[in-house]
């Protein structure tokens, strides 16, 4: 029995109300999955929680006053326990209120014994998800989504049945930050790409993004009956085989690359936004759809999909930064393809890439691979034969050497550009800065002196491009 454990029967005893693990960590421990996330269900929750408060100096906050629900946040390892108040007046009465099969049991604190009214060990032995009625699904519809997330998740299925009654619902009553942590949960998923496809078949996809079903209706003589909806779905799965084929793509780098896509980013690893941005990389093709000599083209779709960006992160409550990655992401996903058109890439060129790219040029290599590799056969994946993969290995290459290539001296600042001009900090000394930059490149400017003489000159041609 460990730590946690021996407190909760403590506590149960001390307080003389039964405690049940109920949920998630049952689920998991019979799956031998860890978890950091504990449901425990007891009479007198309050009081239970702020015991557990006490005992194990952690923090704790009200989820629900209605419902009497309190999370308990333990101070190291990121443990969280949520305390709810028992529904009913029996641990059957409490479990018939919750969502799916495999989360309806319970086990009380100190034994070993499972209660299980909805043979909900069955549907793990048999990998499903199954609702226990359209009833629970209504009650609150973010349940449709976290069908498609436990799937992700576990590698399960969702039974016909349930299927059925998710189509039926809808998200209307739901908050959108809600909707934003199931679906970020299931795109940190490793299977992320099937589930979309999956919630795209019984509706939940267009739900979410409404700008998606212009997509599927877009190029379909050239991308198959989905259109370009397919082909972002399949991209998706496509940066998950980069995901797992790292020692390939990148070689002696592959930790690095790891520890890169596990970076947190509004609280969830930066693999999930890198597979949002996957997902919606050409959602400005339909705007810019035209037939010129018979072929589809998209000029443009790239800018345009960028500023369709902006109304849907808001719609999520996205923050800024967030929307910010993911409309970076959208906005340069064909520079890959552009460099490895190139006869001669130079060095400037490999700096302008990652200066653009704000940091986030790694990222942004994978997807334009992941992107790249739907026009590819499977068999040339990963063989380092295509002239976009090995434009891709390259500019890996140079962003994990950290080659002189991408960096340059500084020659002036921004306090130097307000000093010498007499302005005020603006988006204006952002674009002289990387005028300066571009002279560098050009070779124009080599010294501090040279840029500082040239600053009059480069402040008129920024102003003139913001008139």
């Not at 906050?61 to 529904?87: F, K, M, S």
């Not at 969502?99 to 009214?117: E, Y």
């Not at 380092?384 to 090995?390: C, F, I, K, L, Q």
């Amino acid at each position: 029995m460990n730590t946690l454990e021996e407190l909760l029967v403590s506590e149960s005893r001390r307080q003389r109300t039964p405690v049940w693990w109920v949920g998630g960590p049952v689920r998991d421990a019979l799956l031998l999955r860890p978890w950091l996330d504990g449901d425990i269900a007891c009479r007198h929750a309050q009081r239970m929680a702020k015991a557990l408060q006490r005992k194990l100096r952690a923090k704790l906050i009200t989820l629900d006053e209605h419902y009497r629900i309190y999370r308990v946040i333990l101070p190291a390892g990121g443990l969280t326990l949520d305390v709810a108040e028992l529904q009913g007046k029996t641990i059957q009465d409490d479990l018939a209120r919750r969502d799916f099969s495999i989360n309806t049991m319970a086990r009380l604190v100190g034994q070993d014994a499972i209660v299980d009214p909805w043979k909900g060990l069955a549907d793990l032995r048999r990998k499903k998800i199954r609702a226990l009625s359209a009833r629970v699904l209504k009650e609150d519809p973010i349940r449709r989504l976290r069908a498609f997330r436990f799937a992700a998740q576990l590698n399960f299925t969702i039974d016909a049945q349930t299927r059925r009654w998710i189509r039926g619902g809808t998200f209307k009553s739901i908050a959108a930050e809600r909707i934003r942590g199931e679906l970020l949960k299931l795109l940190t998923s490793p299977r992320a790409g099937a589930a979309l496809a999956a919630m795209d078949a019984s509706g939940l996809l267009i739900e979410i993004f409404e700008d998606l079903e212009a997509c599927r209706r877009t190029g379909r003589a050239y991308y198959g009956p989905g259109g370009v909806l397919t082909h972002s779905l399949n991209t998706v799965r496509n940066f998950e085989w980069l995901c797992e084929h790292l020692d390939t793509i990148v070689s002696a780098h592959a930790e690095a690359c790891q520890a890169y896509l596990d970076f947190p980013i509004g609280g969830f690893p930066r693999r999930a936004w890198l597979k949002l941005g996957a997902l919606l990389h050409d959602i400005g093709k339909p705007a810019t759809a035209q037939k010129i000599q018979g072929r589809l083209r998209f000029f443009g779709h790239e800018e345009v999909g960028a500023h369709q960006i902006s109304p849907l992160a808001q719609r999520l409550r996205f923050s800024r930064q967030e929307t910010q990655l993911v409309r970076l992401w959208v906005k340069h996903h064909m520079r890959l393809g552009g460099l490895a058109a190139a006869s001669d890439v130079t060095p400037k060129a490999f700096f302008r890439y990652f200066r653009d790219l704000q940091g986030e040029g790694l990222g942004m290599v994978l997807i334009s691979l992941a992107d790249h590799f739907d026009y590819l056969a499977r068999a040339r994946w990963g063989k380092n034969t295509d002239p976009v993969e090995r434009q891709a290995r390259a500019l890996m290459a140079q962003y994990f050497q950290k080659n002189e290539a991408l960096t340059l001296p500084r020659l002036v600042d921004g306090h130097d550009i307000m000093r010498r001009l007499k302005l005020k900090p603006s988006p204006l000394i952002g674009q002289i800065l990387r005028a300066v930059e571009e002279g560098q490149l050009d070779g124009r400017f080599r010294t501090r002196a040279d840029a500082l003489k040239n600053l009059p000159a480069l402040h008129k041609a920024a102003q003139r491009i913001r008139a």
